[in-house]
């Protein structure tokens, strides 16, 4: 099972940047897409962005040309760059991963990290 560790996020002033960053720790796993989602109060959880293993990546239209996904394979580990921010970038970003072991192809969700942009 592959467990993923968040860290960064907290506030920022709109116009501001904030850094995310997740690792995917375990053993057996190989993982395939990596990235981010959001909840902001009282709205479901949408996709922010994702990266494939082949460095393709997908953004949300609202978060393109602000937000930056990265990823580093041999770490396991994922970035999201968020410059730009807009009070409605606020919310709970969770990280997401789906990848390939022993049992198959399944997926795993981090605990959520707190992002809150001020007007």
């Known amino acids: 099972q592959v467990h993923l560790v968040e860290s960064g996020g907290g506030s920022a002033h709109a116009g501001g940047s904030l850094r995310l960053s997740c690792a995917a720790n375990?053993?057996?796993?190989?993982?395939?897409?990596i990235g981010w989602y959001r909840q902001a109060p009282g709205k479901q959880r949408e996709l922010v962005a994702t990266?494939?293993?082949?460095?393709?990546?997908n953004y949300a239209n609202s978060v393109k040309g602000r937000f930056a996904i990265s990823r580093d394979n041999a770490k396991n580990t994922v970035s999201l760059q968020m410059n730009n921010l807009k009070p409605e970038d606020t919310g709970i970003y969770y990280c997401?991963?789906?990848?390939?072991?022993?049992?198959?192809?399944?997926?795993?969700w981090g605990q959520g990290t707190q992002v809150t942009v001020s007007s």
């Open positions: 997401y991963a789906e990848y390939w072991s022993y049992a198959g192809t399944l997926d795993s």
């Open positions: 375990g053993t057996g796993f190989n993982i395939n897409a």
């Open positions: 990266i494939t293993n082949g460095h393709v990546t």
